[in-house]
């Protein structure tokens, strides 16, 4: 018998007292299916690193403090001009450091792609209904990952203290200041102070790098946890089903595939640093508060918040002694409850439902219209209140009143998700026919052929066994869209 060699030995005294061979042994060589949807969850995920990585290297140049200096740097323009340390740093980063400019527009493209990648990833799982048991928990997790990447990309967006990003803030603190009771202490405790205040840009570099991005991590390491517990959902085809998963082995097969993912999204994202400008603050000055940037947007995952705002009428009623600026009141109210509904919806389809069995294969959008409808729904507000959070610049370009627009997208607001949502249903429901049509008589072929007695017909070719599995695997409430009066499952 040979003696161990000391790797051996040492691979040995760790798996003794870790059972580190067990665990690779189990989870190794777990099986993850192939399909390029889930690539999207990826994509979050080697954003999140990639912003880990930048924002790290971007702490050692950037100062967080609000007191004046005197600029003396490399853009000339600006130079003699008093600014905050927090802007003047991030001009240095811009144009002193060396490579610190395609640092920060790598940071801000990262998370907007991030941002980009929860929100189709979440997307994904909706049409496909691979939030429903037992993974409830884990759409929580990707949904309260969204809600933070939401404000933490506020609060990045609003560290350099220009005058774009304190345009954002006063619409911040304007929110805040319409709050009935506790408005003005709110206000106060955010901003140290009368707006701007002294401390708001040292109280969310603090959010910034530090609180937010732990609770994050911590979200995104249970959600990949649970997701290894829970088994990969996958597509219905031949030989998968509910107790089985069909892919390739994590060791060596879907690691390699996702190293090299990895460097496919780093560099894409590094290529649009390098040649896409994102945010020159340079060109939009230091924050003065009795000054304010025209064309001021927000960044794209905010832009329905402020369409909220701008399209509602701005009403007012006093109670009690107190003006309710319900103009800014009801849009604060209806920003959170439209995310708290996303939240909520797997508990809310079970209980309407009544489902509680456990799913493992995903769903066709077109065989569940009422869930799909109403994600289209969704999408469409979302797209109408972006262009509302625009509606300045949909006036100037296209040349049109902005009252005109401001009252088009009012009433868009409320018909179109109901036509989005009627239609996509009519529109599944005539993909679940042709389904029918396929599975009954087979695939055309083009060919005509002429019947004894004189008929032409076309010639149907039948499905293979693979195509047929596909289009039959899945619960039908009703064998025909005659009876659309029925319940249905969404």
């Given at each position: 018998m040979t003696e161990a060699s000391r790797g051996e030995r040492v691979a040995d005294w760790f798996d003794g007292r870790l059972g580190i061979h067990a665990l690779g042994r189990k989870y190794l060589r777990k099986v993850f299916p192939d399909h390029w949807s889930f690539l999207l969850g990826e994509i979050c995920l080697y954003s999140f690193l990639v912003l880990i990585l930048t924002g790290v290297w971007l702490t050692f140049f950037f100062h967080p403090s609000m007191n004046e200096v005197t600029y003396q740097g490399s853009y000339v323009p600006l130079n003699g001009m008093r600014m905050t340390e927090a802007y003047a740093s991030t001009l240095d980063i811009s144009f002193d450091v060396r490579g610190g400019l395609l640092i920060r527009q790598l940071h801000h493209w990262a998370a907007l792609v991030f941002v980009a990648g929860m929100l189709t990833h979440m997307m994904r799982h909706f049409f496909t209904g691979s939030y429903r048991k037992p993974r409830e928990i884990n759409w929580l997790f990707g949904w309260l990952l969204l809600l933070l990447g939401l404000f933490e990309g506020l609060f990045g967006y609003s560290l350099p203290d220009?005058?774009?990003?304190?345009?954002?803030?006063?619409?911040?603190?304007?929110?805040?200041?319409?709050?009935?009771?506790?408005?003005?202490?709110?206000?106060?405790?955010?901003?140290?102070?009368?707006?701007?205040?002294?401390?708001?840009?040292?109280?969310?570099?603090?959010?910034?790098?530090?609180?937010?991005?732990?609770?994050?991590?911590?979200?995104?390491?249970?959600?990949?946890?649970?997701?290894?517990?829970?088994?990969?959902?996958?597509?219905?085809?031949?030989?998968?089903?509910?107790?089985?998963?069909?892919?390739?082995?994590?060791?060596?097969?879907?690691?390699?595939?996702?190293?090299?993912?990895?460097?496919?999204?780093?560099?894409?994202?590094?290529?649009?640093?390098?040649?896409?400008?994102?945010?020159?603050?340079?060109?939009?000055?230091?924050?003065?508060?009795?000054?304010?940037?025209?064309?001021?947007?927000?960044?794209?995952?905010?832009?329905?918040?402020?369409?909220?705002?701008?399209?509602?009428?701005?009403?007012?009623?006093?109670?009690?002694?107190?003006?309710?600026?319900?103009?800014?009141?009801?849009?604060?109210?209806?920003?959170?409850?439209?995310?708290?509904?996303?939240?909520?919806?797997?508990?809310?389809?079970?209980?309407?439902?009544?489902?509680?069995?456990?799913?493992?294969?995903?769903?066709?959008?077109?065989?569940?219209?009422?869930?799909?409808?109403?994600?289209?729904?969704?999408?469409?507000?979302?797209?109408?209140?972006?262009?509302?959070?625009?509606?300045?610049?949909?006036?100037?370009?296209?040349?049109?009143?902005?009252?005109?627009?401001?009252?088009?997208?009012?009433?868009?607001?409320?018909?179109?998700?109901v036509l989005a949502f009627v239609l996509t249903r009519r529109i599944c429901l005539g993909l679940q026919l042709r389904d029918r049509e396929l599975i009954a008589h087979g695939r055309e072929t083009g060919i005509v052929k002429r019947l004894p007695h004189g008929e032409y017909v076309e010639l149907h070719e039948p499905l293979d066994q693979a195509r047929l599995h596909t289009l039959t695997a899945h619960e039908r409430p009703g064998e025909s869209v005659e009876h659309e009066s029925r319940a249905e499952i969404p």
């Open positions: 220009d005058l774009l990003s304190g345009t954002g803030l006063r619409f911040v603190n304007g929110a805040l200041l319409a709050v009935p009771v506790v408005g003005t202490y709110l206000s106060m405790f955010l901003f140290g102070g009368e707006f701007p205040g002294e401390d708001v840009v040292a109280r969310f570099y603090a959010l910034h790098i530090l609180v937010i991005p732990g609770v994050m991590a911590v979200l995104v390491i249970a959600h990949v946890l649970l997701v290894v517990y829970h088994k990969h959902t996958q597509f219905a085809g031949p030989g998968r089903s509910e107790r089985n998963v069909v892919g390739a082995p994590f060791l060596p097969v879907y690691l390699a595939k996702a190293g090299g993912f990895f460097f496919l999204v780093f560099g894409t994202l590094t290529l649009l640093a390098a040649v896409a400008t994102i945010n020159p603050v340079w060109a939009y000055g230091p924050f003065r508060a009795d000054q304010v940037s025209t064309g001021a947007q927000p960044d794209w995952y905010l832009g329905f918040a402020e369409g909220l705002v701008r399209v509602m009428p701005g009403w007012e009623i006093t109670l009690g002694g107190h003006t309710l600026v319900l103009g800014v009141l009801i849009p604060i109210v209806v920003f959170p409850l439209l995310l708290v509904l996303i939240g909520a919806y797997p508990f809310v389809e079970s209980w309407l439902t009544g489902d509680r069995r456990e799913h493992h294969l995903l769903d066709r959008p077109r065989n569940h219209p009422v869930r799909t409808g109403l994600g289209v729904a969704w999408i469409a507000l979302y797209l109408i209140l972006l262009a509302g959070g625009g509606n300045d610049i949909v006036a100037t370009r296209l040349h049109l009143s902005i009252n005109a627009v401001t009252w088009t997208i009012r009433i868009a607001v409320l018909v179109v998700p």
